[in-house]
T-cell receptor, first 115, second 113 residues
Framework: EAQVTQNPRYLITVTGKKLTVTCSQN?????MSWYRQDPGLGLRQIYY???????DKGDVPEGYKVSRKEKRNFPLILESPSPNQTSLYFC??????????????FGPGTRLTVL | KQEVTQIPAALSVPEGENLVLNCSFT??????LQWFRQDPGKGLTSLLL?????REQTSGRLNASLDKSSGRSTLYIAASQPGDSATYLC????????????FGKGTKLSVIP
């Protein structure tokens, strides 16, 4: 089954404790991205990757890191989480970076709480 | 900077009614527009994608239209069912190179049996 998976689905942590949220897709997609969703603010892009070893900032990259060492994986790293990073996080992927007919596929979300 | 607005923010209708959800965007230079559905505690599911050169797309009871020049799109749901209850999100792709999705804040739909 074609899908985007995220782990963990739920995470409660404390300020300053480094964490990684994993994202993996099995569709051989080139483009992957991370979004956060907050009440009243909607979905905002954090980082995106056009292909392996190519990453770039979205609208709200502060406090986050990403890497794209393999095509299928795109982990989101919070080196020193803070309470304002409490949010619902979504990973997404898309087949290519050129065709306007490509839709984005989203993972199930990771609900992060930073105390 | 692209901004996407969805009206209304919430909508409650009795089962069987036809309904229209609205989406507007400020920059008409889009590549495509997508409608997504989001169920509580779950991810987003793509419903329809309209390319910038198209006027509408249909899938079952759903019909999405696009008026690029006026910066508007509508999602028409025919014969609504309780299972249609969800939040509907509109998103546009702009920006050559990044093909970034810019989302509206969504319309929360409740279909009452």
């Amino acid at each position: 089954e074609a899908q985007v998976t995220q782990n963990p689905r739920y995470l409660i942590t404390v300020t300053g404790k480094k964490l990684t949220v994993t994202c993996s897709q099995n569709m051989n997609h080139e483009y992957m991205s991370w979004y956060r969703q907050d009440p009243g603010l909607g979905l905002r892009q954090i980082y995106y990757s056009m292909n392996v070893e190519v990453t770039d900032k979205g609208d709200v990259p502060e406090g986050y890191k990403v890497s794209r060492k393999e095509k299928r994986n795109f982990p989101l790293i919070l080196e020193s989480p803070s309470p304002n990073q409490t949010s619902l996080y979504f990973c997404a992927s898309r087949r290519g970076t050129v065709k306007t007919t490509d839709t984005q596929y989203f993972g199930p979300g990771t609900r992060l709480t930073v105390l | 900077k692209q901004e996407v607005t969805q009206i209304p923010a919430a909508l409650s209708v009795p089962e069987g009614e036809n309904l229209v959800l609205n989406c507007s965007f400020t920059d008409s230079a889009i590549y495509n527009l997508q409608w997504f559905r989001q169920d509580p505690g779950k991810g987003l599911t793509s419903l329809l994608l309209i390319q910038s050169s198209q006027r509408e797309q249909t899938s079952g009871r759903l019909n999405a239209s696009l008026d690029k020049s006026s910066g508007r799109s509508t999602l028409y749901i025919a014969a609504s069912q309780p299972g249609d209850s969800a939040t509907y999100l509109c998103a546009v792709v702009t920006g050559a190179g990044s093909y970034q999705l810019t989302f509206g804040k969504g319309t929360k739909l409740s279909v009452i049996p």
